[in-house]
Structure formats: C-alpha cells, structure tokens
C-alpha cells in the first residue's frame, strides 16, 4: 500500500515545498475555519452519514448565514471511504468540496475536506506512525493530519517525535502549520480535572497501558506526548491574540451519547488543533479550539468534532500548482 501511495505521489510531482515555488497571495482579513472530526469508524450508515455531511456543510463551511470565507475539516477514522458507495454517499451530500483520502494499514484512514484545493505533500503510512501522518497543504497553509495510536504512549512519543522532526523543518522554511487530529494522550493543561483517573484507570489493564507510566514504583499520568508537540506547537484551546487562558473544563471530547469505546471511560480531551509560530505570527486573532456539542453531534460519533476560527492580516504564501483533489 505504502509503495502505490509514494509512486502516485511521485507521478503527481508531489513533495516537500521549495522557497522558489512559493507565490504571494493577499488575503488580508481572511477567516478560516478549521475542524477536526474523528467520526467513528467510517460515519456509520447511508442515514448517518447524510446527517454527518449536513452538519458539516451548515458548521465547518463558508454559507451566506456566516462570516467565513473558507473551511477546511480534517478527519479520522474514514473506515470504508476506500470502498466507492461510502465516500460517493458522504461527498454526494456535501458538494463543491475538495477531498483528500489516505487509506492506512489499520483500515482506520485519514481524509480532508476543502473548499479551495487541496495540494497534498506527503502521505506517510509506515512506522513509527500506527495510522499514518497526512501532510497538505490549502491556500499556503500547511496541515498535518493524525491519528495517535490508541495502544500505550511511548509508542504515541514517538510519533510525536516523528511530528516535531517535520515541523521543525517546515518552520525553518517559514511554512505556517496546523497539526489537527485525534492525539489519543492527555495534556498537561487539562490536569486539574484529572484527579480522579489514576485510580480508575489502575482498575483497567488497557486504559492504565494507553495513559499511565510508571516511575520509582509510583503510577502517573503520562502528558509527555503533549508536552512534546508543545515544545513547536502553540495547544489552540489557548487562542491566538485572545487574552487569558480557557478554561478546561468544557474541553472534553469525549464520550459523547455514543458510548461504545471502553478506553472514553471519562470525560477526556483527546483531539486537537496546534498551530506553529509561523502561522501565529500571520494571525489577527484565533478563536479558542473547543468542541461543538449539540444535538447532532452527541449522536453523529464518539469523539465531538473541535474548530476554531483564524483570521489573518497578512499575505499568506500559497502554491497550488501541483493541486491534488477531486472535486464534485
């Protein structure tokens, strides 16, 4: 599968961005809206999938009854988009939508979804990524999309450390970047509504794997995943250019009335949106990344989707002539 990808990736000139490709785009006060959606394990059936796309269309993209001018969603868990009728279905519900679709080992792919075309650079679907790590790109901004193991996370670390060697690059180039996706891990942040979930994942062999390490005969949280990306990350429940901290406490996305994974047994922040502070930099203002309930949502997956605006006031860098996607 990994050899088919890069040679379709290879056919497609597709790579690493050059200084000398980039050109100049003014897009002075442009508001971006950006999603990321784990939606359980492919969307469900034809009725909920039709449900998905609706929702999508009226919260994730630009319509006459909002301010946005562009909307882009990352997703996770696109089971069975590889198979025609699931992705025809979805995308025949959510038209003039540019897509992306990475199919990885696991089954558990990784998709994006734009309303200006989408330029994909890479698509990495071999270790030390369990799913995989989709890199592109739309109108200069760069967007990686992940999906962290769900396994232990010293396996997430290095994924993590995978993450920080690519954006470190990109940052060097002055490429602005989002990273987006279901991370599977804790953040520090989150810590003072984490009181009690020692004690109850200590009673679970599977969740004690997936969150908590051992140090000096003493069990702890394990927020180093996090606290890694942070270390070339800014954590969007933060804001950019929004005065104080969030609070926390609503940030929980997971478990919605979906309640059929065993490792969501308490209220937890697993997904996010990071920005680099190339991008901060070209920001106005940011919204705070924060989990859109309502009643569609407590029942479209089992993760809520996260969004948050950004609205820029300088030119962004954008090279679409190598543009990837398909279009209906």
């Keep these: 599968m990994f050899g088919l990808i890069m040679l379709v990736a290879s056919l497609l000139g597709l790579g690493e961005v050059q200084g000398s490709q980039i050109d100049q785009q003014c897009v002075k006060g442009h508001v971006m809206k950006v999603t990321t959606y784990n939606i359980f394990e492919g969307g469900g059936d034809k009725e909920r999938l039709e449900r998905l796309a609706s929702w999508m269309v009226q919260n994730c993209f630009s319509t006459d009854n909002n301010s946005i001018d562009l909307g882009v969603v990352a997703m996770n868990e696109c089971n069975g988009w590889d198979t025609e009728w699931r992705l025809n279905h979805f995308l025949g519900h959510c038209r003039n939508i540019h897509h992306v679709l990475m199919p990885c080992r696991t089954g558990y792919h990784i998709g994006f979804l734009s309303q200006k075309p989408i330029r994909v650079v890479s698509m990495i679907t071999e270790e030390p990524f369990h799913h995989g790590l989709l890199h592109v790109e739309v109108e200069g901004i760069h967007f990686l999309v992940c999906h962290l193991s769900p396994r232990d996370s010293l396996t997430r670390l290095k994924e993590c450390e995978e993450i920080i060697r690519i954006a470190r690059g990109l940052s ?48 702890f949280l394990d927020y180093r995943p996090i606290e890694l990306l942070e270390s070339s990350f800014t954590d969007m429940y933060l804001g950019v250019g929004a005065g104080e901290e969030s609070d926390c406490s609503e940030q929980a996305t997971v478990p919605t009335r979906i309640y059929t994974d065993d490792m969501h047994a308490a209220k937890m922040r697993l997904d996010y949106i990071l920005v680099n502070s190339i991008l901060s930099s070209k920001t106005l203002h940011a919204s705070k990344a924060a989990p859109v309930r309502d009643s569609e949502t407590d029942l479209l997956s089992d993760h809520y989707p996260v969004s948050c605006t950004l609205t820029f006031h300088r030119p962004l860098e954008t090279t679409m002539s190598n543009a990837c996607s398909v279009k209906v």
Aim: proline share 4%; hydrophobic share 35%.
């Design 172 to 219: 060097e180039d002055g490429v602005p970047l989002v990273l987006l996706g279901d991370l599977n891990s804790l953040s520090p942040r989150d810590a003072q509504h984490h009181g009690e979930l020692v004690q109850r994942f200590r009673g679970d062999q599977r969740l004690a794997r997936k969150f908590l390490r051992v140090a000096n005969g003493t069990e």
